[in-house]
């Protein structure tokens, strides 16, 4: 008997110190996390549901985003993943039951997507996927009560089944996740108030239900406190369990209850992988929880409330896993319907996902208190539902492709700067353009598309590989049935879009990624009035024709997710009226706000563009008088600042805004005195400002602080032909 109470005693000890040593390394592995400073920049994958898109988002070091463009893949996506090799991702794609493989390709700056394929789920509504720690097995979950599992071949990520796949949960299996040892999963199971766990074989991937499986979440006559429609909800299903997190430590699982309004949370059994109910379990949070994340330093939980558009926030005692509100316990969103949170690689940023206003925050997280500020919500495609955890881009030298033309001589020339400095930058060809001087540059590859007007024709030219130098694109030139006064490409290069007069029209072009060559998409669109320049808008969902009195604007959109943006919006208020004639416009990175400089004031008119259809109203405040003549301005990529030249006073100025209102400081933060030079052109790209400069015939170039938006000169780049116009990119 002694020897029996010695054994138990013995065990006990050995497990108590196996959960302080799992708990220690995985504190010391999430504060080195916390901890690390990264000048590096990240991206991340997104799913849209409404439209079946995948977008690309790259995030800077200090956690902005910008979008990169976007991809179709299966209907009605609701998950990706990323390999954690970085080489692969996965998308689930609920109606059409399938889960689709890509290969990342990462150069260059730039991130793309290759090789789309498909395969066939074989369970009813796929919903999420987890891929296992070690990269080698992929699950997901489906609605109808199974788990998939496949195989992950490590050289090209093609997906087999597991033996015995799929496995059996129980109804409406909406989340799963692995535990950080590997060894157990676990899956939600909505509308059986459940938690189905399972150990994982990690050497076939086999799954086998744990002896106590499945868990109940919580009593099943927890009152309902959901103001979304629950036709198909059995009376009994419970809280009506969403979705599950685990702690970085291992030791604690924290569920969403969706019809509840709370949280469950668990202690988990390292050694058996049980589930026990922590004291005080249920906790209340906002109405219709749906995602929960949990901060990398393991000290706050986050539940997104979908009624409440916002985020609310708990302290986790990292002993108990006992949840305590914050002392400011809800952070609106800025968007509606919150879904999925993730944060940065230095945790002082998180992301979220609002589903119905199309759009993704970025928040600033306090590290000591938790606490969340709203950064900017930039729009995206219709529905974003899931996005991934950011992704270090690694061994991606940076090159900046600098163009400039010269529209005295029509001579367009390409610079490439290999170093984040600029420093090196060498001049790589010039050609000549047709005289009317307006063209524009392919995102993705080194190809420029102009408008002739006395031929009226679209010329195009690209820069072949190997001799670095511009040669005609083969099919190029291709007829305009009407004069062209501008072009423009959208974010993704699918489609080329001209605005013409005699007679006043929208034609559009696909472009063949490989030859350059265009192809006319159906017919062209009559425009109401006689048009002067064309904007797009960064998420690609919106086109804007401006009249050649800079008075009205009309709205176009797409009608399918590869569709091209060839629609009025009349139903919307398209044509809109300006208050007042501009001579410019732009729109911010977030595509957020439509920007015109006024042409007989000192202002900038700022009008908010609708989300979901892209009408345009002017916002309070504006036009903002910035009490310096406008010659050009420019915003940068955070939106947090916009600088404006005064060619009379040879000053370019500093303005903060506020990227979520829009609105414009009257007052400038800084000025550059460029009383000595003769600026002609300026741009900024990411964290750049370029300057043409007619004195030194060169490019002035200025980082930008992102902290309070000073620019300090890097260096100073000749040209070979004086610039009256300027555009870069990056990634060819």
Known sequence: MNFIKEGWRLLISRYIIFVMLATFFALISTASIVRAESNQSSFMLG??????????????????????G????????????????????????????????????????????????????????????????????????????????????PNNGALQPVPSSPFTTQYRTRSLVVHSSGKYLYAVNAYANSISAFQINTKSGTLSPLPESPFVVADADIPLRSLYPLADVHPDAGGIPYYVAMHPSGRFLYVSNWGAGKISAFQINQLS?????????????????????????????????????????????????????????????????????????????????????????????N?????????????????????????????MPSRS????????????????????????????????????????????????????????????????????????????PWPVPATPVDLKIDANG????????????????????????????SRSNPLRFVPGALLLDPAARYAYVFSENQQQVSLYSYRQNTGALRYERTRFGSPFALKQKSSAAFIDLGANFLLTTLSEDNGLSVHNIDALSGALKEIKGSPFDLKTRITQAVIH????????????????????????????????????????????????????VYLADESSNSVLIYAVDPGTGVLRQLTQMPLSNKADSIFVTTGH
């Open 47 to 68: 799913v849209n549901s409404l439209d079946s898109t995948l977008s690309i988002y790259q995030l800077s070091p200090q956690g902005g985003m910008r979008q990169q």
């Open 70 to 153: 976007f991809y179709p893949t299966a209907k009605n996506p609701k998950s990706v993943a990323i390999h954690p090799s970085g080489k692969f991702a996965y998308v689930v794609a609920k109606t059409a039951n399938k889960l689709v493989a890509y290969e990342i390709v990462a150069e260059n700056g730039r991130v793309e997507l290759q090789d789309p394929t498909p395969y066939e789920v074989h369970a009813v509504s796929p919903f999420s996927l987890v891929i296992h720690p070690n990269g080698s097995f992929l699950y997901v979950a489906a609605r109808e009560g199974k788990i998939a599992g496949y195989h992950i071949n």
């Open 273 to 365: 992988g049980a589930l026990t109910l922590l004291p005080g379990s249920p906790y209340d949070t906002g109405l219709n929880p749906y995602a929960l994340a949990i901060h990398p330093s393991g000290r706050f939980l986050y539940a997104g409330s979908w009624q409440t558009n916002s985020l609310w926030a708990y302290r986790i005692d990292s002993q108990t896993g006992v949840l305590t509100p914050l002392a400011q316990n809800s952070f609106a969103t800025g968007g509606v319907s919150p879904v999925s949170i993730v944060f940065n690689a230095v945790c002082t940023m998180g992301y979220v996902t609002n589903a119905e206003s199309a759009s993704i925050s970025t928040m600033r997280v």
């Open 367 to 395: 590290g000591d208190t938790g606490e969340l500020t709203l950064v900017l919500t930039t729009q995206t495609r219709p529905g974003p539902w899931w996005i991934t955890s950011p992704i270090p881009m690694e061994n």
């Open 401 to 476: 492709y600098i163009y400039t033309e010269n529209k005295t001589s029509n001579r367009l020339s390409l610079y490439m700067a290999r170093s984040e400095e600029n420093s090196d930058a060498q001049h790589i060809d010039s050609t000549n353009l047709p005289q009317n001087n307006v063209w524009a540059v392919h995102p993705r590859r080194a190809v420029v598309y102009a408008a002739d007007i006395k031929s009226k024709s679209v010329i195009a030219y690209r820069l072949h590989e190997s001799k670095r130098q511009f040669v005609n694109v083969s099919t190029s």
């Open 494 to 521: 699918w489609y080329l879009y001209v605005v013409t007069t005699d007679p006043n029209s929208l034609l559009v072009f696909a472009i063949d990624y490989d030859s350059a060559a265009l192809i006319p998409v």
């Open 637 to 688: 990529h955070s939106g947090n600042y916009v600088y404006v030249f005064d060619k009379a006073l040879g000053r370019l100025f500093t303005y903060s805004r506020d990227a979520v209102s829009g609105e414009i400081k009257s007052h400038p933060t800084s000025f550059l005195d460029l009383s000595d030079n003769a600026i002609t052109a300026m741009t900024v790209h990411e964290d750049i």
